[in-house]
């Protein structure tokens, strides 16, 4: 099958892979709830890595890969979820090639913030969906907050005034502050009906519209054109 790890092997032979434990049940158990009605062939697997960072990635395929350092400080299984939830969004919302890159929203490249904010809207939905209270889901951001500040990172945690933009494109992530706010936005959103895939799909519906609109205003400009070159010829 197309959508096969080719990075997993590697992953399994260069770092620890966690095979047992409460780190290895929590994993399993909020990835599983995660995807819950989705059938046996749609459904993805998290494995824990001994690294000395606190983060998770995925990648082509169907393995999302969570360390057991950031595990570690997440109190519950409602932190963890959205941690597993946030990747597992990338993959539904097509930014990772694989088995559903087809479901990706927009043609062109979008800048990698934007496909965080999103992975992260979608990630709360997922958890919801999935019965976790969104108040104990967010609180994986609050502890990634508490990480940056002890490491005096204020930046990623605040922002950068002088350089909002220049600082949020070099990173790929907003602030972990406003990170928080839209996520707690989008909850509200999300229970009157809101659904980031419809949100997306909306964008995407009017760009293409506004391209169309763009080609037939030049096609009219041109088709102008040749019918006053016409007439001067007469």
């Known amino acids: 099958m197309w959508w096969r790890d080719p990075l997993r092997k590697r992953i399994e032979a260069e770092l620890v892979v966690e095979r047992e434990g409460w780190a290895v049940e929590r994993a399993r158990r909020v990835t599983d709830r995660l995807q819950g009605k989705l059938p046996e062939h749609d459904r993805f697997e998290t494995i824990v890595i001994r690294s000395?960072?606190?983060?998770?990635?995925?990648?082509?395929?169907?393995?999302?890969?969570?360390?057991?350092?950031?595990?570690?400080?997440?109190?519950?299984?409602?932190?963890?979820?959205?941690?597993?939830?946030?990747?597992?969004?990338?993959?539904?919302?097509?930014?990772?090639?694989?088995?559903?890159?087809?479901?990706?929203?927009?043609?062109?490249?979008i800048a990698?913030?934007?496909?965080?904010?999103?992975?992260?809207?979608?990630?709360i939905e997922l958890c919801l969906a999935a019965g976790y209270e969104p108040e104990r889901c967010i609180v994986a951001l609050q502890m990634l907050d508490a990480i940056l500040l002890d490491a005096g990172d204020l930046e990623a945690v605040l922002g950068a005034e002088h350089d909002r933009e220049g600082e949020i494109t070099r990173r790929g992530y907003l602030p972990v502050r406003e990170r928080i706010a839209r996520v707690q936005a989008h909850v509200s959103a999300y229970r009157s009906g809101a659904r980031i895939v419809n949100t997306l799909t909306a964008e995407r519906d009017q760009v293409a519209r506004r391209r169309m609109?763009?080609?037939?205003?030049?096609?009219?400009?041109?088709?102008?054109?040749?019918?006053?070159?016409?007439?001067?010829?007469?």
Not at 58 to 63: C, E, H, I, L, Q
Not at 114 to 119: F, I, T
């Open 112 to 123: 990698a913030h934007e496909h965080e904010l999103h992975a992260d809207l979608h990630a």
């Open 213 to 234: 609109r763009v080609a037939l205003m030049a096609v009219g400009s041109i088709a102008a054109t040749v019918a006053l070159v016409l007439l001067r010829r007469r």
């Open 52 to 109: 000395d960072d606190h983060n998770a990635f995925t990648a082509p395929g169907r393995t999302i890969y969570l360390s057991r350092r950031l595990l570690d400080s997440l109190p519950d299984d409602a932190a963890a979820a959205f941690v597993v939830a946030h990747e597992l969004a990338h993959h539904h919302l097509g930014h990772v090639s694989g088995r559903y890159a087809g479901g990706a929203m927009f043609d062109e490249p």
